[in-house]
């Protein structure tokens, strides 16, 4: 009985593995047309320049949506730093400068909070001592 199963799954197993590599080769023979759509040594830089593309443009969309919510945190004149900063990128595909830019007023705004801050803290001292 338990050879009889077995030699029963075995044939089962492999009438279906025979069926899907016939139907794997059937698939393979209409293949052909998709060779023009290969990449090449022409289309190669055409398929690499626009991923490049792809990926600048995410990393913008990021460095905008960052740069969005630090400019309505800073005060005027950091506003007035960092669009001055900006406007000084020549090339709008040099995303380096553009973070230099945001990174720049960043600390300058985080230095700023730490100053006040700490001012804060003296004159509060000041305030409780006398």
Avoid: P
């Avoid at 001055?84 to 553009?98: G, N, Q, S």
Wanted: net charge positive.
């Amino acid at each position: 009985m338990f050879k009889t199963c077995i030699i029963f799954y075995l044939i089962h197993f492999l009438n279906l593995f025979g069926h899907f590599y016939c139907s794997d080769l059937n698939k393979l023979e209409g293949l052909e047309k998709f060779d023009k759509m290969r990449v090449n040594e022409r289309n190669f830089q055409l398929v690499r320049n626009i991923h490049a593309n792809w990926f600048a443009t995410g990393l913008k969309a990021l460095m905008g949506s960052l740069g969005r919510t630090l400019y309505q945190k800073l005060s005027k004149e950091e506003q007035k730093q960092l669009a001055d900063c900006l406007y000084r990128v020549e090339d709008k595909m040099d995303l380096v400068v553009a973070a230099n830019c945001l990174v720049n007023a960043r600390r300058r705004h985080f230095a700023r909070i730490i100053t006040d801050q700490v001012d804060n803290n003296y004159k509060m001292r000041w305030k409780v001592n006398f």
